[in-house]
């Protein structure tokens, strides 16, 4: 629907960009189907001119009732926090909001959003993101200066993780399944949820 309305304007993805304060890489990724945060999609429905609910019915497919999270983190500057996960973390910064003080950062399908609100709790976040190949993010990001704990292992709980934090304190998990996860939950101390 983006792409057919903004087509229908007469205007290019960098224009649509401009328009909107997002990156172009961000409307080339919403485009083609990724789905999109909604702070995106509010500078997006704001230079269309209509109203959000339209595009948040667009941005998705399928039969599924929950169609993901987005974690907000707290931080204690917006800027230096996208700063750290655009140089360190190799995602891609969505936007940045001043009032209020609030950015979106983005890599392949995950979304991250944080704010100043509540500053004071800075450090306290945790998200844990899903990746295909968690070795391979290690590895990644071993050879820059990120702040880890602990050490990359298969869990008992059926995934391999590693975890480190940035430059506020959150903690970000990255995982990946392993293939014996549903063995591991079963020999594990796992509550069975009732029939």
């Not at 304007?9 to 189907?33: D, N």
């Amino acid at each position: 629907m983006i792409k057919n309305i903004r087509i229908s304007k007469g205007w290019s993805q960098e224009q649509l960009a401009q328009f909107s304060g997002l990156s172009v890489r961000t409307i080339q990724r919403i485009e083609r189907g990724h789905n999109a945060g909604l702070e995106s999609l509010k500078c997006i429905a704001a230079v269309f001119e209509m109203d959000i609910s339209n595009l948040q019915k667009d941005n998705f497919s399928g039969d599924e009732l929950f169609l993901g999270a987005n974690p907000i983190l707290p931080v204690r500057s917006v800027h230096e926090t996208a700063k750290f996960y655009a140089e360190k973390l190799a995602f891609e910064i969505e936007g940045i909001w001043k009032t209020p003080p609030y950015a979106v950062v983005a890599r392949d399908k995950t979304i991250i959003e944080f704010g100043e609100g509540r500053k004071n709790f800075a450090g306290t976040g945790v998200c844990v993101i899903f990746v295909s190949d968690v070795d391979s993010v290690h590895k990644e990001y071993s050879a820059k200066d990120i702040e880890f704990v602990g050490n990359i292992a298969d869990r008992d709980y059926g995934s391999r993780d590693f975890r480190i934090r940035d430059n506020n304190g959150n903690m970000l998990i990255f995982s990946s399944p392993l293939i014996n996860q549903k063995e591991l939950l079963k020999v594990g101390n796992m509550v069975k949820r009732k029939e």
